[in-house]
C-alpha cells in the first residue's frame, strides 16, 4: 500500500472573527493512505473466469458427493439433522423459522433453506452434497482471485486449484455436506479482500472484508478468531503505513461495525428467548464444555498437534517458517500477519482442548482451515518473490500434489477423526459402506432411517400422529420427507410436547423411539416401549435404531414424571400451545 494524497500544505493562522474556511477534499484527504472516492489500479475483473471455477467446482463436488452419500452411505449425521431443520422451516406442522434451533450457529442451518424447498430432493439426499459444494467453490474461487493479484501465471493457477480441489480432506468436507465449509468458504472471501486492500489501498475491500466475516461469524464461532486478527492487522497496518488515529479508528470501526451487530443480536435473540445472552457460546455444538474429555499433559498436546499438521496440511511446515521471515527480516508486514494467522490456526485445536472447551480433541477436519491458511500465504509469498513467483507456485503446486497421497493414507489411521476412514475405504474399494465402523467405534450408514422412513410414507398419512423426539429421530423425519406427520418438539416447544408425552393417546397414534440413545426423552419416558418390550404399546415397526410403536385409545402411563434433561437439544423455544386430540382407532399394523 502506498499513500494516495499528498502531505498537507501549512496555510496561515486564521484571522479571529473571521468565518471558518471550507477545506478542498485535497485538503482533507492529506495523510490518508488509502484510497478514497476513486478505484486504484488492480487486475481487470474476470467475471467470466471466476464464475467458472464456481460452477465447474461445485459441479464436480456435487457429482462426487452423489456417488459418496447417495450411493455409499458416507455422510455425517450433523449434516442429516441440519438439513432436517431446513426442511421443517417449509414442510413442518405448523412451518417455524425456530425450528433452526440454537445448538448450532444459525446461518450454518438457514444458509440450506433453499435447498429444501421441495421436500422430494431433500429426502432422497441429493441436496446433501450442494450443502457444501457451492461453499467449496466459493472458497477456490476466491483463491483463484487472489492468485491472479498475485500474478501467477494461468497455468500455474490451474494446476493449484486442481491440486487443492483433490486434496482428499477438502474433497471429503466438500462434498460430503458437513457444515465447516460453510464458515471456512466466507473467512476466505475476507481474508481475499484484505490481500486485495493491502495490494489496492482501496478501503472498499476492507468494508467487504467486515460483511464477509459477519457472515461468517454467524455460520461457525470459530471465525471469530480471525475476526479479531484481521482486525488488529489492519490497525497495525494503517498504523505502520503512517495514518493517523483518525483514520485508524474510522477504518477499524467500519471494518468490526457488521460483525459485532450480528453477534449482538444473536446475543439479544438468545437472551430473549433462552433467557441466557451468553448460551450460543456455553450451549452450541461449536463450543460446547467437555465433560468427559481425558487429560493430555502438554508434551501430548504438542505431539498430537504435530502430528495433525504433518497429516493434515503439511504444507504449513514449509510456508508457516517463511511467512514469518519474510514478515521480519524483510519487514512484509503482510506476510507476518498471515504467519500470525496460520500459527493461531495450528495452535487453536491444542488451546481448545487445553481449556477443556471441546469433547473431540484435535480432530482431523481441524487442518482444514490449516490447509487452506497455507495455500493463501504460499499466494502471497509467490507475490512477493517478484521474479521468482513462478518457482514459488511450482512449489506450491508440487507440495499439493504430495500431500494428496500422504493425507489419504493418514485418514485411514488417524486417531482422532469423523468420517475420514469411511471415506478412505469407500474410494479405495468402491463399495457401500453402510454398517462399516468409524475409528471410534460409531457405526456408518443411513439404512435404519430409510426402513423406518419408508414404513411410515406408506401407513400413515395423518399429520401430527406420530410423537417423537426430532433431536435424535431427525434422520427418520428427513428421510420421510414428511416433518409434518410428526409432533415433536418444534412444534409447541418442549412444554406442550412434554405434556404429550406423558398423555400421548389423546394426541397421537404412534411414537417413534431411539433405541439404545440415552438423550431421546420419549425413550427415557419409555424404556420398554424403545426396547419393543412393552406390553401395551405394540410394535408397528422396528429397525436396529428405531421403534415405532402404536399408541391405543385410552392408553396411561404410570405416575411417574418425566424429567427434561437439560444435556438434550431443544430446537426451538416457543411458547404456544399444543392443540388436543381425541382418541383415534389405531390400525393393525404388523412389523
Known amino acids: 500500500m502506498s499513500a494516495t494524497t499528498q502531505a498537507p500544505v501549512p496555510g496561515p493562522p486564521p484571522v479571529p472573527g473571521t468565518p471558518p474556511r471550507v477545506l478542498s477534499n485535497r485538503e482533507r484527504l492529506a495523510g490518508v493512505v488509502q484510497a478514497v472516492g476513486r478505484r486504484p489500479a488492480d487486475v481487470p475483473r474476470r467475471r467470466w473466469e471466476s464464475l467458472l471455477v464456481l460452477g465447474l467446482s461445485t459441479l464436480a463436488y456435487g457429482w462426487f458427493g452423489y456417488w459418496l452419500v447417495v450411493e455409499k452411505h458416507v455422510v455425517g449425521f450433523e449434516t442429516l439433522d441440519r438439513l432436517n431443520r431446513a426442511l421443517m422451516v417449509w414442510h413442518n406442522d405448523p412451518t417455524k423459522l425456530s425450528a433452526l434451533g440454537f445448538d448450532y450457529p444459525p446461518l450454518a442451518t438457514l444458509l440450506l433453506t433453499p435447498l429444501t424447498v421441495l421436500s422430494g430432493p431433500a429426502r432422497s439426499l441429493v441436496v446433501v452434497p450442494l450443502a457444501s459444494a457451492v461453499f467449496a467453490g466459493l472458497t477456490l474461487m476466491t483463491l483463484n482471485t487472489m492468485m491472479r493479484r498475485a500474478q501467477v501465471l494461468a497455468p500455474l493457477r490451474v494446476a493449484v486449484l486442481l491440486a487443492l480441489g483433490a486434496n482428499p480432506l477438502v474433497v471429503l468436507y466438500a462434498a460430503g455436506g458437513a457444515r465447516h465449509f460453510i464458515w471456512i468458504s466466507f473467512v476466505v472471501v475476507a481474508l481475499g479482500a484484505l490481500f486485495a486492500w493491502y495490494v489496492t489501498a482501496d478501503i472498499r475491500f476492507v468494508m467487504i472484508a467486515g460483511l464477509a466475516y459477519s457472515v461468517a461469524a454467524l455460520a461457525?464461532?470459530?471465525?471469530?478468531?480471525?475476526?479479531?486478527?484481521?482486525?488488529?492487522?489492519?490497525?497495525?497496518v494503517l498504523a505502520r503505513l503512517g495514518a493517523d488515529g483518525t483514520e485508524v479508528e474510522g477504518t477499524a470501526v467500519g471494518f468490526a461495525a457488521p460483525t459485532v451487530y450480528v453477534i449482538a443480536l444473536w446475543t439479544a435473540f438468545n437472551a430473549l428467548l433462552l433467557m441466557d445472552p451468553f448460551s450460543w457460546i456455553t450451549d452450541s455444538s461449536d463450543v460446547s464444555s467437555s465433560g468427559g474429555l481425558p487429560s493430555f499433559s502438554l508434551v501430548e498436546l504438542a505431539a498430537a498437534t504435530g502430528r495433525l499438521v504433518l497429516h493434515g496440511a503439511p504444507l504449513a511446515i514449509v510456508v508457516l517458517p517463511v511467512l514469518v521471515f519474510a514478515g521480519v527480516a524483510r519487514r512484509n508486514t503482510f506476510a507476518l500477519w498471515l504467519g500470525i494467522m496460520l500459527a493461531a490456526a495450528v495452535l487453536t485445536p491444542a488451546l481448545a482442548v487445553a481449556l477443556r472447551l471441546t469433547d473431540s480433541p484435535l480432530l482431523m477436519r481441524n487442518a482444514l482451515p490449516i490447509l487452506l491458511l497455507s495455500v493463501i500465504g504460499a499466494i502471497w509469498l509467490a507475490r512477493s518473490a517478484g521474479e521468482g513467483s513462478t518457482l514459488v507456485s511450482a512449489v506450491l503446486v508440487v507440495g499439493l500434489l504430495a500431500s494428496i497421497p500422504w493425507t489419504f493414507q493418514a485418514m485411514k489411521t488417524y486417531e482422532y477423526q469423523n468420517l475420514e476412514s469411511t471415506f478412505a475405504a469407500a474410494v479405495s474399494t468402491g463399495e457401500s459402506q453402510e454398517g462399516a465402523r468409524t475409528l471410534d467405534g460409531s457405526t456408518v450408514g443411513i439404512m435404519s432411517e430409510e426402513a423406518m422412513a419408508g414404513w411410515i410414507r406408506d401407513n400413515v398419512s395423518r399429520r401430527s400422529s406420530i410423537l417423537t423426539d426430532?433431536?435424535?429421530?431427525?434422520?427418520?423425519?428427513?428421510?420421510?420427507?414428511?416433518?409434518?406427520?410428526?409432533?415433536?418438539?418444534?412444534?409447541?416447544?418442549?412444554?406442550?410436547?412434554?405434556?404429550?408425552?406423558?398423555?400421548?393417546?389423546?394426541h397421537v397414534d404412534f411414537m417413534l423411539l431411539s433405541t439404545g440413545a440415552g438423550e431421546d426423552l420419549l425413550s427415557q419416558l419409555y424404556p420398554e416401549a424403545a426396547d419393543g418390550s412393552d406390553a401395551l404399546l405394540t410394535v408397528a415397526y422396528t429397525t436396529p435404531r428405531y421403534t415405532l410403536v402404536a399408541v391405543p385409545s385410552g392408553f396411561e402411563r404410570g405416575e411417574e414424571s418425566l424429567t427434561d434433561d437439560p444435556a438434550a437439544r431443544s430446537t426451538t423455544e416457543s411458547t404456544t400451545g399444543s392443540t388436543t386430540r381425541e382418541p383415534v382407532d389405531v390400525p393393525e399394523v404388523t412389523p
Open 220 to 236: 461457525g464461532y470459530s471465525s471469530l478468531l480471525w475476526f479479531v486478527l484481521s482486525l488488529l492487522m489492519v490497525a497495525a
Open 470 to 506: 426430532n433431536a435424535q429421530t431427525y434422520g427418520v423425519m428427513l428421510l420421510t420427507g414428511r416433518p409434518d406427520l410428526f409432533f415433536d418438539r418444534v412444534d409447541a416447544s418442549d412444554g406442550p410436547w412434554l405434556a404429550a408425552a406423558k398423555d400421548p393417546a389423546r
